[in-house]
Protein backbone atom coordinates (compact mmCIF):
# COMPACT_ATOMS: atom_id res chain seq x y z
CA UNK A 1 0.00 0.00 0.00
CA UNK A 2 1.55 3.50 -1.09
CA UNK A 3 0.75 5.73 1.24
CA UNK A 4 2.34 8.57 -0.86
CA UNK A 5 0.10 7.69 -3.46
CA UNK A 6 -3.24 7.87 -1.47
CA UNK A 7 -2.44 10.89 0.02
CA UNK A 8 -1.43 12.33 -3.60
CA UNK A 9 -5.31 11.06 -4.38
CA UNK A 10 -7.04 12.34 -1.94
CA UNK A 11 -5.24 15.67 -2.75
CA UNK A 12 -6.55 15.48 -6.18
CA UNK A 13 -9.97 14.66 -5.38
CA UNK A 14 -10.22 17.59 -2.65
CA UNK A 15 -8.93 19.77 -5.87
CA UNK A 16 -11.37 18.59 -8.33
CA UNK A 17 -14.15 19.77 -6.16
CA UNK A 18 -12.64 23.20 -5.09
CA UNK A 19 -12.08 22.61 -1.42
CA UNK A 20 -10.11 23.87 1.06
CA UNK A 21 -8.35 21.05 3.78
CA UNK A 22 -10.58 22.92 6.51
CA UNK A 23 -13.60 22.66 4.42
CA UNK A 24 -12.78 18.95 3.88
CA UNK A 25 -12.12 18.56 7.57
CA UNK A 26 -15.34 20.44 8.62
CA UNK A 27 -17.45 18.00 6.31
CA UNK A 28 -15.58 14.71 8.33
CA UNK A 29 -15.75 16.16 11.65
CA UNK A 30 -11.46 15.92 11.67
CA UNK A 31 -8.67 18.39 12.21
CA UNK A 32 -7.03 20.57 9.42
CA UNK A 33 -3.72 18.67 10.45
CA UNK A 34 -5.54 15.54 9.84
CA UNK A 35 -6.26 16.34 6.41
CA UNK A 36 -2.23 17.62 5.48
CA UNK A 37 -1.19 14.42 6.83
CA UNK A 38 -3.47 12.05 4.90
CA UNK A 39 -2.31 14.05 1.68
CA UNK A 40 1.44 14.48 2.55
CA UNK A 41 1.51 10.45 3.08
CA UNK A 42 2.40 11.15 6.83
CA UNK A 43 -0.69 8.61 7.46
CA UNK A 44 -3.60 6.61 6.51
CA UNK A 45 -7.35 7.75 7.17
CA UNK A 46 -8.53 5.90 11.27
CA UNK A 47 -10.77 2.30 9.72
CA UNK A 48 -13.77 4.52 10.84
CA UNK A 49 -13.17 7.16 8.24
CA UNK A 50 -12.85 5.65 5.58
CA UNK A 51 -15.94 4.74 4.67
CA UNK A 52 -17.20 8.48 5.28
CA UNK A 53 -14.36 9.99 3.32
CA UNK A 54 -15.06 7.43 0.01
CA UNK A 55 -18.90 8.63 0.31
CA UNK A 56 -17.63 12.43 0.37
CA UNK A 57 -15.22 11.97 -2.39
CA UNK A 58 -17.52 9.89 -4.44
CA UNK A 59 -15.21 6.54 -4.85
CA UNK A 60 -15.19 2.77 -3.32
CA UNK A 61 -12.80 2.02 -0.67
CA UNK A 62 -10.70 -0.06 -3.20
CA UNK A 63 -10.00 3.36 -4.65
CA UNK A 64 -8.84 4.68 -2.02
CA UNK A 65 -6.48 2.43 -0.91
CA UNK A 66 -5.43 2.00 -4.40
CA UNK A 67 -4.50 5.63 -4.30
CA UNK A 68 -6.22 6.01 -8.18
CA UNK A 69 -9.56 5.23 -9.66
CA UNK A 70 -9.76 1.76 -11.35
CA UNK A 71 -11.51 -0.06 -14.09
CA UNK A 72 -13.37 -3.18 -13.69
CA UNK A 73 -10.78 -5.38 -14.80
CA UNK A 74 -8.61 -3.82 -12.04
CA UNK A 75 -10.81 -4.00 -9.29
CA UNK A 76 -10.59 -7.74 -7.63
CA UNK A 77 -6.54 -7.89 -8.67
CA UNK A 78 -6.39 -4.55 -6.50
CA UNK A 79 -9.08 -5.81 -3.70
CA UNK A 80 -6.92 -8.82 -3.04
CA UNK A 81 -3.46 -6.69 -2.54
CA UNK A 82 -5.50 -3.99 -0.32
CA UNK A 83 -6.95 -6.48 2.15
CA UNK A 84 -3.35 -8.28 2.44
CA UNK A 85 -1.81 -4.82 3.21
CA UNK A 86 -4.31 -4.32 5.43
CA UNK A 87 -3.89 -7.87 7.20
CA UNK A 88 -0.10 -6.26 7.36
CA UNK A 89 -0.89 -3.31 8.30
CA UNK A 90 -2.86 -3.77 11.37
CA UNK A 91 -0.88 -6.39 13.07
CA UNK A 92 2.47 -3.74 13.22
CA UNK A 93 1.42 -1.57 16.20
CA UNK A 94 1.52 -5.42 18.18
CA UNK A 95 4.70 -6.40 16.55
CA UNK A 96 6.29 -2.70 17.53
CA UNK A 97 4.80 -2.81 21.32
CA UNK A 98 6.58 -6.37 21.47
CA UNK A 99 9.74 -5.93 19.82
CA UNK A 100 9.91 -2.56 22.40
CA UNK A 101 9.00 -4.42 25.43
CA UNK A 102 11.34 -7.55 24.52
CA UNK A 103 13.86 -4.61 24.07
CA UNK A 104 12.86 -2.79 27.32
CA UNK A 105 13.69 -5.30 29.22
CA UNK A 106 17.37 -6.06 28.08
CA UNK A 107 18.04 -2.79 29.34
CA UNK A 108 16.60 -3.00 32.26
CA UNK A 109 18.68 -6.08 32.51
CA UNK A 110 21.75 -4.48 31.23
CA UNK A 111 21.16 -1.43 33.64
CA UNK A 112 21.26 -3.48 36.94
CA UNK A 113 24.09 -5.65 35.63
CA UNK A 114 26.34 -2.87 35.29
CA UNK A 115 25.47 -0.76 38.62
CA UNK A 116 26.28 -4.66 40.16
CA UNK A 117 29.53 -4.72 38.79
CA UNK A 118 30.25 -0.77 39.24
CA UNK A 119 28.64 -1.81 43.39
CA UNK A 120 30.56 -4.94 44.31
CA UNK A 121 33.19 -5.58 42.31
CA UNK A 122 36.54 -3.89 43.05
CA UNK A 123 37.33 -1.36 40.44
CA UNK A 124 38.84 2.39 40.03
CA UNK A 125 36.42 4.78 40.56
CA UNK A 126 36.99 5.90 37.22
CA UNK A 127 36.04 2.43 36.21
CA UNK A 128 32.75 2.38 38.22
CA UNK A 129 31.66 6.22 37.29
CA UNK A 130 32.23 4.88 33.19
CA UNK A 131 29.49 1.66 34.40
CA UNK A 132 26.89 4.22 36.31
CA UNK A 133 27.02 6.50 33.59
CA UNK A 134 26.41 3.66 30.57
CA UNK A 135 23.82 2.65 33.03
CA UNK A 136 22.34 6.03 32.87
CA UNK A 137 22.63 6.06 29.35
CA UNK A 138 20.99 2.84 28.46
CA UNK A 139 18.04 4.27 31.17
CA UNK A 140 17.33 7.87 29.02
CA UNK A 141 17.72 5.90 25.70
CA UNK A 142 15.17 2.97 26.90
CA UNK A 143 12.92 5.46 28.48
CA UNK A 144 13.04 7.95 25.04
CA UNK A 145 12.15 4.62 22.53
CA UNK A 146 9.65 3.52 24.97
CA UNK A 147 7.89 6.99 24.58
CA UNK A 148 8.37 6.88 20.34
CA UNK A 149 6.92 3.74 19.88
CA UNK A 150 4.00 4.45 22.00
CA UNK A 151 3.06 7.86 20.15
CA UNK A 152 3.91 5.90 16.54
CA UNK A 153 1.43 3.25 18.08
CA UNK A 154 -1.34 4.40 20.00
CA UNK A 155 -4.24 6.75 19.27
CA UNK A 156 -6.62 8.34 22.09
CA UNK A 157 -9.94 8.24 22.35
CA UNK A 158 -11.87 11.63 23.90
CA UNK A 159 -13.81 10.63 26.68
CA UNK A 160 -16.36 13.72 26.54
CA UNK A 161 -16.92 13.46 22.53
CA UNK A 162 -15.52 10.21 21.14
CA UNK A 163 -13.25 11.89 19.04
CA UNK A 164 -10.12 9.90 17.87
CA UNK A 165 -6.85 11.67 17.82
CA UNK A 166 -3.18 11.40 18.21
CA UNK A 167 -1.29 13.87 20.34
CA UNK A 168 1.76 15.92 19.32
CA UNK A 169 5.37 14.31 21.18
CA UNK A 170 4.96 17.25 23.73
CA UNK A 171 1.75 16.89 24.59
CA UNK A 172 2.39 13.19 25.33
CA UNK A 173 5.51 13.56 27.41
CA UNK A 174 3.79 16.46 29.62
CA UNK A 175 0.50 15.30 29.98
CA UNK A 176 -0.40 12.99 33.59
CA UNK A 177 -1.53 9.49 32.54
CA UNK A 178 -1.97 6.30 34.27
CA UNK A 179 -1.23 2.86 32.20
CA UNK A 180 -4.42 2.95 29.80
CA UNK A 181 -5.55 6.74 30.07
CA UNK A 182 -3.61 10.06 29.54
CA UNK A 183 -5.26 13.64 30.37
CA UNK A 184 -5.30 15.34 26.92
CA UNK A 185 -6.91 18.36 25.33
CA UNK A 186 -9.06 17.21 22.29
CA UNK A 187 -8.00 18.83 19.23
CA UNK A 188 -12.06 17.73 18.16
CA UNK A 189 -14.31 19.38 21.19
CA UNK A 190 -11.42 21.71 22.76
CA UNK A 191 -11.86 20.32 26.21
CA UNK A 192 -9.30 18.46 28.79
CA UNK A 193 -10.45 15.39 30.03
CA UNK A 194 -8.64 11.71 30.79
CA UNK A 195 -8.72 10.30 27.23
CA UNK A 196 -8.47 6.10 26.45
CA UNK A 197 -5.53 4.93 24.89
CA UNK A 198 -5.86 2.25 21.99
CA UNK A 199 -3.35 0.81 19.53
CA UNK A 200 -3.61 2.56 16.06
CA UNK A 201 -5.36 -0.07 13.72
Not at 124 to 132: D, Q
Request: hydrophobic share 45%; charged share 20%.
Amino acid sequence: MDVIKIGQFLKSLRKEKSLTQREVAEQLNVSEKTISKWETGNGLPEVSLMLPLCQFYGISLNELLSGERLSKEQYVERAEENIASLVTDRTSPRKKVIVSTVSCVASILCCVALIILAALFAAETWLRIVLIGIAVVLAVSNVALIVLIAVNTEIYECGKCGGKFVPTLSAYVMAPHTLTRRRLKCPYCGKRCWNRSRLRK
